[in-house]
């Protein structure tokens, strides 16, 4: 802990040690982080992880933490914290210009009293821009891709970059953003245009989630990517497999591509799920299915 003791020192942000990573990712679990930090602004983030490349020390970026689950041994590390200082926007004309750590689905209401199109598929996701850019979310056939015009990062040397949307060559589920890579700030370019019609649509989405997701329970999300012309969803269904459980970590009753959280799941009843649903669909489709959401931290074996 003398290391991260030098690093406090330099820190103008708040920090902390001994994090419980459960009361940071929406799915409710997680053990301890070494120390989580929330910088306080770009420069900042410049030099902190200037500072852990240099001295070798393992960090992850989180936003709302959704799409993340934890293990139960926690971080050996620094979590980078966004949902402070990098909690922020601003309108010019059709473009917004927000911070990592702004919630997606606030930015969905934002563009919609601006009269602003684009963002309205994003209503009701939990993640915060900076984790959408870095996996191009999306829904209901639209993606954050199709309105990002450019986005800051600092890379792991601490280097402060801009990269252009014609930089950045988006797959489905996926960003040409380094792993090692921060995002800090992006620009979206949005289309004008009525806000009956803008609100038509959102509603439209949010009800559809309303009824087809469990958001009355924790969870991180859609577990698995979409295998190539087939919903994920589908074959897990299709195979019986919902209720199907581990502890208190279940497949959701109401979409087969959830995993809840009842109440006092840890990652590894979720993480072995996973497995069974994953083993059960190969060995009955063939189908491989690839886990979207992202696994971090160590067992409590470990």
């Known amino acids: 802990m003398s290391l991260y003791n030098e690093l406090c020192t330099q820190i103008n942000g708040r920090w902390r040690k ?5 009361n940071y990712t929406t799915m409710r679990v997680g053990g301890p982080a070494d120390l989580l930090i929330s910088p306080e ?4 983030v410049s030099m902190l992880i200037s500072w852990l490349t ?12 959704s799409n993340l ?6 971080i050996r590390g620094v979590v980078i914290s966004t949902r402070d200082s990098f909690n922020y926007f601003r309108i010019h004309e059709h473009t917004i210009v927000t911070g990592a750590g702004t919630s997606i689905a606030t930015l969905s209401a934002v563009a919609l009293r601006a009269e602003l199109s684009g963002l309205e598929f994003a209503g009701g996701i939990p993640g915060t821009i900076g984790g959408a850019v870095k996996i191009n979310a999306g829904a209901f056939d639209c993606s954050i891709s199709d309105v990002l015009q450019e986005v800051k990062i600092v890379d792991r040397m601490g280097i402060i970059r801009t990269k252009k949307k014609e930089e ?5 589920r996926e960003s040409c953003i380094n792993e090692s890579d921060m995002i800090v700030e992006a620009e979206l370019t949005l289309i004008p245009e009525k806000k ?3 609100n038509k649509k959102v509603l439209l989405f949010t009800n559809w989630r309303k009824s087809h997701q469990p958001m009355k329970l924790a969870s991180a999300g859609c577990v698995f990517k979409n295998p190539h012309g087939m919903h994920a969803g589908k074959l897990i269904d299709d195979l019986g497999l919902k209720g199907l459980r581990y502890g208190d970590a279940a497949v959701s009753d109401v979409h087969a591509n959830f995993i809840v959280n009842h109440g006092s799941a840890k990652a590894s009843d979720i993480l072995m799920l996973m497995d069974k649903v994953r083993e059960k669909v190969m060995n009955e489709t063939g ?3 690839i886990p979207e959401v992202i696994v971090v931290g160590e067992d409590t074996n470990a």
Request: net charge negative; no cysteine; hydrophobic share 35%.
């Open 168 to 172: 950045l060559s988006n797959r489905y």
């Open 54 to 65: 240099k001295n070798s020390v393992y960090h992850l970026v989180l936003g709302a933490g």
């Open 69 to 74: 689950i934890v293990r139960d041994g926690g």
């Open 196 to 198: 009956e019609e803008i």
């Open 41 to 44: 602004s770009i420069e900042e």
């Open 287 to 289: 189908i491989d299915l």
């Open 18 to 22: 001994n994090v419980p990573m459960k």
